[in-house]
């Protein structure tokens, strides 16, 4: 197959860019454009996602233990003073500004819950999803076996003129049952979810807007603003460490 | 891990990177021993030793920590954003510490793109596909500029090769590729 040979300078920049061409001044310079120029952004974009793919072919190589350790150190002081030294290069803080990507509400399976400390043991959800607003993950949910299921704040969205956000599951042929409101932040836990063990069918979450303190209802009073399933873990995607 | 291509699942790192943005470090630990081996195999790729590839994978991660809360499905794939961090932070190391590069024959820097592992996911297909209808020798400056972060000036030296010939090559072949993956996700 013929393709056209036509490739515009700021396409041609944007990809030199990505591909790592240029000295040091002409990648500054580069970086520089791409602050003021949306066109430049979005290219190096379009060629980030194209090509990352050739970043899988190299043999992977597990690196030495000394790496991690200097990292857990890092992280811990990171902790302990999160305004300190962040290491952010000039290209980093693009990804802030970010290409123009249009994210749409998604499912996205969760795998596995990790709260606690590096290497602690803990019990695995059986069920997972993430509620997604503006693009950006707002919360996640977790339930496990016993019923119990947890609710976590990430970039929790928020719901204007005194009103709250209530999140409820729904299942086929029987009605949404709430569970509770969203949590603006940390992480709620609740005791039970019946519907869980009663339910063989697919279930789904879904978030209305609800007055202050809740649907006085029972059922979801506002208009639902996201839904999303709840997915069941696998051992295909579960992992260990 | 085992010496066989990272496929990576998206799924499962955003998760991983959703936890790291609430400062989960067991998440972080988790996000490190899934990913590190594949980021450090391309890192030692492109810089000139070991040392320097670990030290790099170090910053990576650091960056990722740090701004985990950046991401959004919205930017494409995970392990593309970590790719793209990590790699940005070797070429601007290489571009600054001038390493020099010395092969011992033109022929050791042209990858066949034939040798490439097998591909797993739709976007590795598709740009694969489009590799191979770029003339041999144009697919190989692309994937090793990518891989190893050559700048065309050592391209040039490297293949014994006018810089300006090589420049045309990168830009026919580039705008080749563009067109080839744009009419290729056209057509899905």
Known sequence: ?241 | MSSQRYTPDQEQLVSLIGRCSIKDQAAFKALYDETSPAILGLLIRMLPNREAAEDCLQEAFLQFWNNANQYHVGKGPVFSWMITIARYRAIDRIRKQRYDVELSDAESVLVDTADLAPVAGTEEKRLQACLAELEPNTASLIVKSYVEGYTQQELSQQTDTPLGTVKSWLRRGLAALKSCMATSEANL
């Open chain 1, 1 to 241: 197959m013929n393709h056209s040979n036509d490739i515009s300078e700021i396409e041609l920049e944007a990809a030199e860019y990505v591909l790592g061409h240029g000295s040091e001044a002409d990648r500054d310079s580069t970086t520089q454009q791409m602050i003021a120029n949306p066109e430049l952004r979005q290219w190096v974009h379009w060629w980030e996602q194209r090509l990352y793919p050739l970043a899988l072919h190299p043999k992977p190589a597990s690196p030495r233990k000394s790496v991690w350790e200097a990292l857990t150190k890092q992280v811990s002081v990171d902790n302990k003073n999160p305004n300190g030294n962040r290491g952010v290069n000039k290209l980093w803080r693009l990804w802030g500004i970010g290409a123009s990507m249009v994210a749409t509400a998604s499912v996205l399976l969760l795998t596995f819950t990790l709260l606690g400390n590096v290497n602690q043991e803990r019990e695995m959800p059986t069920h997972y999803a993430s509620l997604e607003s503006n693009g950006m993950m707002s919360h996640i949910v977790e339930c496990y076996q016993d019923g119990r299921f947890e609710i976590t704040a990430v970039h929790p969205a928020t719901a204007t003129d005194g009103k709250v956000l209530e999140l409820w599951m729904v299942a086929a042929n029987t009605a949404p049952a709430s569970l509770g409101i969203l949590p603006s932040q940390g992480r709620m836990q609740k005791a039970s979810l019946p519907m869980m063990q009663n339910t063989s069918g697919k279930l789904m979450l879904a978030v209305s807007v609800e007055p202050a303190g809740g649907s006085p209802t029972g059922q979801p009073t506002g208009p639902v603003i996201n839904s999303t399933q709840l997915i069941e873990r696998t051992s295909s995607n579960s992992v260990s460490f």
